[in-house]
Structure formats: C-alpha cells, structure tokens
C-alpha cells in the first residue's frame, strides 16, 4: 500500500484566516514533506520531517508552520497568506536514508483571496 | 546551473509509437532516480525507479540510467492517449546529510489517437 492521504482536497481561504492542511500515512515511512507546486512547475520543497524532527526548512516564510503530531501524521498550519501563495499544496513520504522511493498524497488546491 | 534538467517539450508521438523522454543531472553524487507522471491538476505518481547502470523494464515502461554520462531516459512503448501527460524526472541527492529530492521541469507529453 502506496498511499499518501490529505485534507481538505480543496481550500479557500482569505488573508486574514487561519487553517491547516493534514496529511497521514501508513507505510512506516519516516520521512515526510511539503512541497507546493505552481501551475506547469515542478514541485518546489518546503520542509521535511525525519523522525519527526523538522530536518530541512527550505526558508519558508514564517505564515507556514509546519507539524508532525507523529510519524504516521504531518501538518501545515496556514496564517495570514498572500493571494501568491495560492497552489497545489503536496504531501509526500519516503524512507529517511539510503535509495528510496518517494510517494505524494493527492494534494490540497489552496487559493487565497 | 540546475540538479536536473528536461526538455520541456511538449512531445507528441502517435498512438502506438515510442516515447522516449530525457534528463540529465548535474551532481555526481546522485543516488536515485525517479520518473513521476502527473495529470493536469493531478499530484505527481511515481512510475519508475532506477538506482543502477542499465536498463530496467515494468510492462510498457523502460528506464535507462547512464551515470558516466549522468544521463536517465524513460521509454513508453506502444504509447496510449492516456499516456499524455507531464513526466517529472526527479534525483536524490544526500545533502546536509539528508537525502533531499531534486525534480526537473517536467516534460510535456501528448499521445495522439
């Protein structure tokens, strides 16, 4: 079993709100990422988490927050976004060392208005 | 210069011809490679993995990794209209001792009946 799961699918959200996007997985995995993909761009890394421990912040601004509650739980608490930062928000999980597959949840479709 | 680079195409074979899509990386110390393909709107799917020298086949893929020339194809023979997609090539490199993903551009992909 590959699979990856997050909610909500979809999220509208305005400048002022706060929110969170939740992912799960059940693979033993015990790494797990954020990515946030633009329209006809490659996914671009946000955090990672190994061993629950935040391992990689790749200078996200500070109105995302990441958490992993546990190994098989990650979120990604939202605050005072831009309307830029609307996208495809990917979760994705994989091994945390050595060759390694990485596996994506379906995705949360964030706009901000 | 980037970890990754592709051909952002798109490419169009008819129906039941070969694919054949490319990428090369830049960091020798690149452990794995990966093909995702993702659907507009889609999250990206792993379809191939690759870690050794050579060729590795799975029903109607085939990947090629060529490190001396630190190169990676993906093959997709007999292509289908449901192939049409965009394909993600993607690395994995230990950095910051941790094992961090690269993805190229994407490759643009359209099959035609």
């Known amino acids: 079993d590959t699979e990856v799961t997050q909610t909500p699918k979809h999220l509208v959200m305005g400048m002022t709100n706060k929110k969170s996007l939740k992912c799960e997985q059940h693979?033993?995995?015990?790494?797990m990422y954020w990515y946030k993909q633009k329209a006809k761009k490659p996914p671009e890394l946000m955090f990672v988490y190994s061993y629950e421990k935040l391992s990689i912040n790749e200078s996200v601004p500070s109105r995302f927050s990441p958490e992993c509650p546990n190994s098989s739980l990650l979120n990604l608490h939202l605050h005072a976004l831009q309307p830029e930062d609307s996208a495809l928000y990917l979760c994705a999980s994989g091994v945390a060392s050595g060759k390694y597959e990485q596996y994506f949840g379906p995705g949360t479709r964030l706009t901000v208005t | 210069q980037k970890e990754v680079e592709q051909n952002s195409g798109p490419l169009s074979v008819p129906e039941g011809a070969i694919a054949s899509l490319n990428c090369t990386y830049s960091?020798?110390?690149?452990?794995?490679f990966f093909w995702y393909r993702q659907y507009s709107g889609k999250s990206p799917e792993l379809i191939m993995f690759i870690y050794s020298n050579g060729d590795k086949e799975d029903g109607r893929f085939t990947a090629q990794l060529n490190k001396a020339s630190q190169y990676v194809s993906l093959l997709i023979r007999d292509s289908q209209p449901s192939d049409s997609a965009t394909y993600l090539c993607a690395v994995n490199i230990l950095k910051d001792n941790f094992n961090k993903f690269y993805f190229g551009s994407g490759t643009k992909l359209n099959v035609k009946p």
């Open positions: 960091d020798r110390g690149s452990q794995s």
């Open positions: 693979m033993g995995h015990r790494a």
